[in-house]
T-cell receptor, first 111, second 116 residues
């Protein structure tokens, strides 16, 4: 069983819609959670971090964390074609300082 | 300010050769990480440094891989006797602090290694 799971997609949404990206993790001791955006041929870019249960909003992005359910999500409001990318969920475990990544969800925003 | 830089951006080598990949972290970042990303997958952890010492090298796949950070800044990942399976994008990241949970890691552009 992979430690961090994401639906590979592609997730296709129309421009202006809300895109919802989900991630589950297996290590209950995980303490920090991150979303990275990765455009094709580029390296991951940090877009959100969340450390406690609840919602965290930054512009059009909202990260949601539920440690009891071992679930973290990313909502993108008013999706734009420029949001089309692969979104990587990353978890910082209790055992160390390395990030464990999911396989990523490919998001396609259609004009 | 300047982000994480990595050189070369692309490296093509032949099976059995030795390669070195370089990473220059964000100024002031004490922690440095190496990851490897294969096509269609998320990055996988290789090793991280706090200062000059390797704090955790549990992700290195075998003893052909080695990394150093002699002065606590620039790091070099070294791969001996390269194999075709080593082909991947090698990513370097750095963070301001190590531990404590508040560990935002920022990635460089990566080195694409191709072993023929």
């Amino acid at each position: 069983q992979k430690e961090v799971e994401q639906n590979s997609g592609p997730l296709s949404v129309p421009e202006g819609a809300i895109a919802s990206l989900n991630c589950t993790y297996s290590d209950r001791g995980s303490q920090s959670f991150f979303w990275y955006r990765q455009y094709s041929g580029k390296s991951p870019e940090l877009i959100m971090s969340i450390y406690s249960n609840g919602d965290k909003e930054d512009g059009r992005f909202t990260a949601q964390l539920n440690k009891a359910s071992q679930y973290v999500s990313l909502l993108i409001r008013d999706s734009q074609p420029s949001d089309s990318a692969t979104y990587l969920c990353a978890v910082l475990g209790n055992a160390g300082n390395m990030l464990t990544f999911g396989g990523g969800t490919r998001l396609m925003v259609k004009p | 300010g300047a982000g994480v830089s990595q050189t070369p951006s692309n490296k093509v080598t032949e099976k059995g050769k030795y390669v070195e990949l370089r990473c220059d972290p964000i100024s002031g970042h004490t922690a440095l990480y190496w990851y490897r990303q294969s096509l269609g997958q998320g990055p996988e952890f290789l090793i991280y440094f706090q200062g000059t010492g390797a704090a955790d090298d549990s992700g290195l796949p075998n003893d052909r891989f080695f990394a150093v950070r002699p002065e606590g800044s620039v790091s070099t990942l070294k791969i001996q006797r390269t194999e075709r399976g080593d082909s991947a994008v090698y990513l370097c990241a750095s963070s301001l602090t190590l531990g404590g949970g508040y560990n935002e890691q920022f990635f460089g552009p990566g080195t694409r290694l191709t072993v023929l």
